[in-house]
């Protein structure tokens, strides 16, 4: 791409590498710079909290309210009830109103972290699709939205495409989804001026779509950017590791843990994500990327304590960076560590090694743990675990006992006071 943006918005977008596409370089370039532009991300209330696959739209929106513009995050009360069908094998899971509203509840903790809701200039907006879907009457849906949308354009789209290429059922539920993601687009032009729809790749049909709309009922140009969706260098999808998807929420996932996933950010990912997921100056993400050997190590505390500043404060980050200190070049226990409290009625009878693997969250299932120590993974205290059958009981328990997980996953086990 050798578009030259004039707006800063775009000049740190492509400069950072959040752009994998955009309707109109040139004319939404124009808007930023001559005005303020509202912008927003959808984001679907699917569990209780994002994970770090949606940082990097997350991070798009801080960006654009450090630029001067006005960030929307728009909750998919709504549509969650409708579910994206986008490049999933399977139909997902039908939540009830109350599932939504919780889960919406616990989002909104992590977008307070990152935007600013109550500056007086340019304050992000909190806004949920529910407030103009829930009350649409269906017929006259069909009759004023519905005839704007070409079936054989939507099967067109890859996100539909893959999908019946592979003869996987798509319910007409589904199906729906691209026209309520398109009417979202319109109403927020219309209630509040919304210009530019920004969300990964995957959504470039979506967001064609509420353009396409906008500009037939009401003749107004808006625009779409995307972001890549990303995969680690091994290929694996971004916010994913063997134990799960990395949360955003310090209930679901500790700051601890979520600055050890960053901390053990593979050598050719580390510029990258530094330039992506933090504020430093390219220049200086540049200098950190390109560091050799042991010295990229430095450049991987510095990235994980830089996202983890953002994400829970600097106080997590630097408790997760010292209990990271003391538990790998020392030896010790750490205060950060993720820690399960047992009661001495739980241990009455004994709480086997497998299960206490398994609480603590080292291991999926007592399969996964036993499989662990069969294959020499498994410490206790930072001895091999060999004994499968091994019990704890409150005598055990009498100081933490720390299990690990390989070289990089602990965990500690106490009883509760």
Not at 212 to 231: A, F, K, M, N, Q
């Amino acid at each position: 791409m050798t578009y030259h943006p004039k707006s800063d918005f775009m000049n740190v977008m492509m400069e950072r590498g959040y752009i994998a596409d955009c309707t109109d370089y040139q004319g939404l370039d124009e808007a930023l710079s001559n005005g303020v532009v509202p912008a927003y991300i959808g984001f679907d209330a699917t569990a209780k909290s994002l994970h770090v696959g949606s940082l990097i739209q997350i991070m798009m929106l801080r960006w654009l309210q450090k630029t001067g513009h006005q960030p929307i995050t728009l909750m998919g009360g709504g549509t969650t009830k409708v579910g994206d069908p986008s490049f999933r094998a399977d139909e997902r899971p039908l939540l009830t109103a109350g599932q939504i509203d919780d889960n919406i509840a616990g989002i909104k903790k992590v977008f307070a972290k990152y935007l600013d809701y109550d500056r007086a200039d340019t304050p992000a907006l909190m806004l949920n699709n529910a407030e103009w879907l829930d009350g649409l009457n269906y017929l006259d849906f069909l009759r004023d939205i519905g005839r704007h949308f070409s079936v054989n354009r939507m099967l067109s789209f890859e996100s539909v495409k893959s999908r019946l290429d592979r003869e996987q059922s798509l319910s007409f539920l589904e199906f729906n989804y691209m026209i309520l993601q398109a009417y979202d687009f319109l109403e927020l032009n219309r209630r509040y001026g919304c210009l530019l729809q920004m969300g990964g790749s995957d959504q470039w049909g979506n967001i064609v779509n509420g353009i396409d709309l906008t500009r037939r009922v009401l003749d107004h140009e808006i625009y779409g950017l995307t972001s890549p969706l990303l995969t680690t260098s091994d290929g694996k999808k971004m916010g994913k590791t063997a134990d799960g998807a990395v949360w955003l929420n310090a209930d679901m996932r500790s700051p601890y843990e979520f600055w050890q996933f960053w901390r053990n950010t593979t050598d050719a990912d580390v510029g990258r994500f530094l330039k992506l997921y933090t504020e430093l100056p390219v220049e200086e993400c540049e200098r950190l990327g390109a560091l050799q050997g042991s010295d990229i190590n430095a450049a991987k505390i510095i990235l994980a304590n830089e996202v983890t500043t953002l994400c829970h404060g600097a106080e997590a980050a630097a408790a997760a960076e010292a209990t990271a200190r003391e538990v790998f070049e020392k030896g010790g226990v750490g205060d950060d560590l993720p820690t399960v409290e047992l009661t001495r009625a739980e241990l009455s009878d004994g709480l086997s090694i497998v299960q206490a693997l398994v609480r603590s969250g080292l291991s999926k299932s007592g399969k996964d743990a036993k499989r662990l120590i069969a294959e020499g993974g498994a410490k206790i205290d930072d001895q091999p675990l060999t004994d499968a059958g091994m019990m704890l009981d409150a005598g055990a328990l009498s100081a933490p006992v720390k299990l690990s997980a390989g070289k990089k996953r602990h965990a500690l086990i106490k009883l509760a006071d």
